[in-house]
């Protein structure tokens, strides 16, 4: 198999870098490890979306004290497909410390605004048309009554006719098929090395059922889109390891059930939009999926949680706060197929960790909540802030439950050497005619939801590299 441009992984990096070169004219191929599957099947939050929409069924862990259960989409459209699609460009103050630290060459948010505007208006952004649910305005009465700076987020959903939501396969891909793309799903690139002044690729069928013989490909140019763990993996086996795999990075969250007076959870509403941002760069909150196996799942550390569920899910929500700590390696880790990943955490951001979650419960009970669950093991119910004050100033080591759906900065780009992997537009060092265009590729955290970032940094390099002939 051959193609001028091969780019592997089809999440946002990789479906709008393959759509731009696809309409440049090049003969493209895409290859995706997952299945291709529609987005309307299995349905959104289900247990067969978990099963056959995310990696590993949704067990990934980034080992640490305390560890990070982490979670990546593995199907045509990565994460995009699975994502609540929440959405912002990144602020300014992120892009510029990108710039000032790592010394990235052409990046301010004036430079990205034609590319978010360009990726915003095939992948559709909308703000509700009316009133949030419930469990949404708890969160945002709660922030007024305290004064504290709360937003709608936008989405990536088109919301006449019942909703629908704005993944990569029902946009980019179809963009990147009708330019004549070629897409190649269900098939997993082990390996690549250079020869002949080409790039081969060692690939194979992903699903256990399908035929174990091994695909080669060729191409000029290789985009890499894995996502930031499998990027680093698969470039640390074909043996391209300078700044690969040092530096991951995520959004650790930590969360409560909150339970109120009166009934807040309502089936069907649609999904919560709101987002505390007082305490952005340190620390944002929201308000996350809280259907009944989800609150179910939140609560199982309590020896009273089905009980509890059963008789008051209508109650109760699920809240969030979501923090920019932990650093990590990426490792392979022979024999074993997926990557090993080390995390550490500072003693000041696990005291972020513990700050976070007393402010996630103040808000909390200011929107008039009479019991707060933490799932973090070993924490109290809180009723009062007299109680929120007994908890601990820092988070202890050994507690769990961090949890994780933003990982990034595996392979950061820039010309500071110490630090990055390829140069400021995706190009990896030493390595003619190969990119990387995904999640890798951010410096840090974005602090707010990064799929907008992916997009643009991926649209600039794309168009970067087609402009210049790819060189
Ligand atoms: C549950 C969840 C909720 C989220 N919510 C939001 C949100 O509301 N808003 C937001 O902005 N962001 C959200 N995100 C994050 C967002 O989805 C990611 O930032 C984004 O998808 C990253 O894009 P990417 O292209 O870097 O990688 P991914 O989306 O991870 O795509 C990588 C693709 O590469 C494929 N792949 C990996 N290895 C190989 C290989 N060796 N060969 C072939 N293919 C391979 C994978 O199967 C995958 O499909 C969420 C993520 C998750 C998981």
Redesign the pocket.
Known sequence: MAAEVVV???????AVTAMLCAEAGKSVLL????KNLPLQWPAHFSSDEILHKY?NAGVSIAVGSPHIAY?????V????E??????HRTPAYVLDQWRTEFNVRDLSLDILVPHFTACEEIARVEYLPGEASLLSMRLYEGASNLGWRVVEAPRLYRYAGGGSKQSMSETFVPRFLEAGGRLIAD????RLSRTGGKWRMEAKHASPEASSQAIEIFADKVFL????V?TPA?LRRSGLRKNIGNSLRFHPMLKVVAEFDDDINVPGDFDPVHQVKEFEPHFGMGCSISNRPMLALAMATRADSFALVEHRWRRMGIYYVQTTGGCALVRNAAPFRDPFVRVWHSDYQLREYADGMKRLAEVLLAAGATAIYPTAPGYPVLRSMADVRKLPETLPRGSGNLTS??IFSSCPMGENEALCATDSFGRVHGADGLYIS???LLCGPTAV????T?MAIAHRNATRAIENGFH
Do not use: F
């Open positions: 592997i992984g089809s999440g946002p990096g990789g290859v995706e490890e997952g990696r979670v990546e989409g593995r199907c459209g990565g994460g995009s699975i994502n609540r699609g929440l959405y098939t997993s690139v082990r889109a894995c996502g930031a499998q698969l759906v933003h995904d999640a890798s939801n990064p799929q907008g992916v």
